[in-house]
């Protein structure tokens, strides 16, 4: 017997929480409005971060260009492997142009063409400026090609919202009151404020508060992409987006993707809720890291045999020592995937070294710590963009095509 992922009354609940945001055309056109650059920098300007995209623009016009180590090192692609950067850590607006500046200071590294963000969708990150802003300096003045968001169901939130999701799908919420008109979902296995490694914990319907955290969000300030860490917001996520073209996915490693057997399942899932067009809101998927590089590269074969299309394998090269092993390097297990003929996303959560907040625990400060902080995770993720680039220039010498952001390309 085969059982559907979701029931009726699951689908329902999920139709209704889109229509009440005025139908998937309109949540995917709000979208596409909040993602031009022009009408971004009027709303960063009036809410205060202006200056800070003016800064960024001057900080990218000398970042390095790929064309110029191509022809320094008289490079050539002679392999079929693709490799795609990434580096995880751009906690906000604050953050994230601190690190253009030590970049820029540099002038010799080639930036990621995929970021990762792990701040929680509070109503003042949201709401302030300070993600729209993110957002510009990722999506517009660096182009990068991805920019994920981090979606936690246990934040605070204002309780009429509760309570509106509650009276449009008709389901319930175990949620306590924490004053001040906000409420908080109930998690029973806390391992963070935001709940179990970050998000993991989704009792009951909160699939349901994870979907409307990430249309809210994606119709304030354009947010298309968002990190994806529980099997019930996956197939939740999958139904939802299929009339939502701009909208997509990225499935944690938190998730345990292990082995085979796990990938199958996602692939299962994935399947089940494919767009009329054939393709999947799930744009990637983190193989855990406890995988070897032969079960990254069956799981490779097997997404080929699948005939599913636009979805990416990632590894992490390097991780900070709260999300696994210290000293793990899983540098020679991509360079076999890539010889293998497989595509890989190279993503680092650390450069390799100890350093001050390369850890979780900058993923969970306030926003008023980040941005007191900004300096510090700053100089995190410029060693991490450091560490990215010196791994994808070898990977680049051993005949592979490696893909940056668009400012690292000449116009």
């Given amino acids: 017997m085969h059982f559907k992922f979701l029931s009726k009354n699951d689908t329902n609940a999920i139709d209704a929480l889109i229509d009440s945001y005025g139908g998937s055309k309109s949540i995917n056109d709000g979208i596409n409005e909040k993602r031009v650059y022009e009408t971004r920098k009027k709303i960063a300007k009036e809410k205060g971060f202006g200056d800070m995209l003016e800064k960024a623009e001057g900080f990218v ?15 050539k692609v002679t392999k079929k492997g693709v490799c795609t950067t990434q580096v995880s850590g751009f906690q906000g607006a604050y953050v994230t142009l601190d690190c ?7 002038k010799d590294v080639l930036f990621a063409t995929e970021m990762i963000s792990v701040v929680a969708l509070t109503e003042q990150y949201v709401y302030s400026g300070d993600l729209l802003t993110t957002l510009a300096m990722a999506e517009n003045i660096l182009r990068a090609s991805k ?3 981090t979606n936690l169901i246990g934040i605070p939130m204002p309780e009429k919202r509760f309570a509106q999701i509650e009276k449009v799908t008709g389901d319930s919420f175990d949620r306590r009151d924490l004053g001040d008109g906000l409420s908080q979902l109930i998690l029973k296995n806390m391992g963070t404020p935001f709940g179990n490694l970050g998000g993991v914990e989704v009792g009951d319907n909160n699939h349901l508060v994870y979907l409307d955290g990430v249309i809210r969000a ?6 298309n992409f968002f990190l994806n860490p529980s099997w019930s917001t996956i197939v939740a996520a999958c139904y939802y987006a299929r009339e939502i073209p701009t909208m997509s996915f990225k499935i944690s490693m938190l998730l345990s993707t292990q082995n085979t057997i796990q990938f199958r399942m996602l692939l299962n899932i994935i399947k089940e809720y494919l767009r009329d067009d054939g393709t999947t809101p799930i744009y990637e998927v983190n193989i855990g890291n ?7 590269i069956a799981c490779s074969n097997e997404l080929k045999e699948s005939g599913l299309k636009g979805i990416s394998l990632t590894a992490h090269l390097r991780i900070n020592p709260d999300l696994g092993m210290a000293d793990f390097d899983w540098t020679e297990n991509a ?3 890539l010889d293998a003929g497989c595509n890989i996303t190279i993503k680092y959560e650390s450069d390799g070294t100890s ?10 400060l306030s926003d008023d710590e980040r941005k007191e902080k900004a300096e510090l995770i700053g100089d995190v993720i410029y060693h991490k963009s450091i560490r990215c680039d010196q791994d994808a220039r070898e990977i680049m010498r051993r005949g592979h095509l ?9 116009d």
């Fill in 61 to 75: 016009k000398d970042f390095p260009k790929v064309e110029d180590f191509i022809a320094q090192e008289n490079l």
């Fill in 100 to 106: 253009l500046r030590r970049i820029a200071e540099n």
């Fill in 147 to 149: 920019f994920c968001s």
């Fill in 218 to 223: 994606g119709l304030e300030t354009g947010s």
């Fill in 290 to 296: 406890a995988a070897s590089a032969a079960t990254f």
């Fill in 335 to 337: 360079f076999k995937v």
């Fill in 355 to 364: 350093r001050p907040y390369d850890t979780m625990e900058a993923y969970f």
């Fill in 402 to 410: 490696a893909k940056f952001a668009g400012i690292a390309y000449k």
